[in-house]
């Protein structure tokens, strides 16, 4: 098929060989993780209608503005999701599992899409794994859903991730907009010297000028209010309880005023966490509180936070530090030669399958020799030979492939446990 010359669509990738054992362990991993902190996998929807987004990441975002692949097949405008949280709370009012009382704890996996230039890090469809605890405004939540995040990176194999913390208040008045007003006031007698980009959200998204990162607009932002000092009570309060929940739960973090996460839906607390192998795209994950979300979308007033980890940026990250690569080794290879032969080793490596062992054999009639080099590439543990010689007398040859080791014959029905008997081992 190589020949037609059909390629994937640029921003989007194949995934196999050592990445693609990564990704089946970063989703098994996440399995395991998350549901020892009490969260249920949800699968929503990869398409959603449109406005959905427009109303919860916000109209004034990159996302909603530029970056959404929409269609409108027929009468509906629908749109592949760029994240999935609007998605959740979608789902979360849709079934009204706030009936279920208390905290909904929801976690996923899946693919997103952005149309954004792709580059290193930066695709088009990506995936991403994620958390989000709806329904609780307790400052300790944040702390454990930060902590979770930190302990998920250390599970798949990459230490050394940062962690950024900033609050960006509330839609209080006092907050939020108060904090929008003193930052225009005092960007708006040097905006001519700003880039096009700031320029263009100072009057719609004014918080995206403290992250821009052009060194000329960096400069001219050193000296601005960070939200941190223009937090109503509540949210100071807030912001306090955290950080010394995620300090008593061991993390460490900087506290980074330029972090405003791009999203409209996100309050108080946002985070992001870092992996130096990353480069300029050097955020691996991040999330936030999204208090005012669910009311958005129809429901009533419901406190919730959640984080977005990415995938591909994780399989930069373990690439670089050697975590996880391997894959599933086979356990047994079936050489055999001989109709007879062949047709009792399929026989055999379908009751070791059974019996829960990986296992395979050649299919391609190949001679012993090809067939056992074949076991070698494999890497498999051990390997059944049987030719019709031994077949006529009852008799199969076990030989341990791990450190070199020997070979011995056994009656044909005792090959299980001649097997299980080098297996252990590893
Ligand atoms: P966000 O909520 O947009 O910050 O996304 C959370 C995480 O998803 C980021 O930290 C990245 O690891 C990942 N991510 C976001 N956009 C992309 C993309 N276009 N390509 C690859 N990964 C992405």
Redesign the pocket.
């Known amino acids: 098929m190589a020949t037609t010359g059909i390629r994937a669509i640029e921003g989007t990738r194949d995934y196999f060989g050592n990445d693609g054992n990564r990704f089946d362990k970063i989703e098994t991993f996440a399995a395991d993780l998350f549901s020892r902190y009490g969260y249920a996998r949800i699968r929503t929807p990869v398409f959603e209608r449109s406005e959905l987004f427009a109303r919860s990441i916000g109209a004034a975002t990159d996302i909603v503005e530029k970056e959404m692949y929409t269609f409108t097949p027929g009468s509906d405008t629908i749109t592949l999701r760029p994240?999935n949280t609007a998605g959740v709370v979608r789902a979360y009012l849709q079934h009204s599992m706030e009936k279920q009382g208390g905290l909904t704890k929801l976690w996923y996996a899946g693919p997103m899409f952005?149309r954004?230039r792709p580059q290193k890090?930066?695709?088009r469809q990506?995936h991403?794994i994620g958390i989000e605890a709806i329904g609780s405004s307790d400052p300790l939540l944040d702390a454990e859903v930060v902590s979770v995040g930190m302990r998920f990176y250390e599970f798949v194999g990459i230490g050394n991730v940062g962690l950024r913390l900033n609050s960006i208040g509330c839609q209080k008045p006092e907050c939020r907009p108060l904090f929008r007003q003193l930052l225009r006031d005092a960007i708006r007698p040097n905006l001519d010297k700003y880039c096009k980009t700031c320029q263009n959200r100072f009057e719609r998204n004014v918080l995206r000028i403290i992250d821009c990162k052009n060194p000329e607009c960096q400069k001219l932002s050193a000296t601005l209010p960070k939200s941190y000092d223009s937090l109503c009570p509540e949210c100071a309060d807030h912001f306090e309880r955290t950080k010394e929940g995620v300090s008593a739960l061991g993390g460490e973090y900087t506290i980074d005023h330029t972090l405003v996460?791009?999203l409209d839906y996100y309050t108080k607390t946002v985070f992001e966490y870092t992996h130096d192998a990353l480069g300029a795209q050097n955020?691996?994950?991040?999330g936030g509180r999204y208090d005012g979300l669910v009311e958005e979308l129809g429901g009533k007033p419901t406190p919730a936070i959640g984080f977005?980890?990415?995938i591909?940026?994780m399989l930069i990250a373990m690439e670089a530090v050697g975590a996880c690569a391997c894959g599933y080794p086979l356990q047994v290879y079936g050489v055999s030669l001989g109709d007879s032969a062949r047709r009792a080793m399929a026989g055999l490596i379908a009751r070791l399958r059974e019996a829960g062992i990986s296992a395979d054999m050649d299919y391609e009639g190949r001679s012993m020799k090809s067939q056992m080099r074949a076991a070698n590439r494999r890497e498999a543990m051990c390997c059944l030979i049987l030719g019709e010689n031994e077949l006529a007398e009852g008799k199969i040859s076990v030989k341990d492939m791990l450190d070199d080791g020997g070979q011995e014959v056994v009656d044909i029905f005792d090959c299980l446990d001649a097997v299980r008997k080098i297996l252990p081992r590893i």
Request: net charge positive; glycine share 26%; aromatic share 6%.
């Open positions: 994240e952005r954004e890090g930066r695709q990506f991403q996460r791009g955020a691996i994950g991040g977005a980890l990415g591909e940026r």
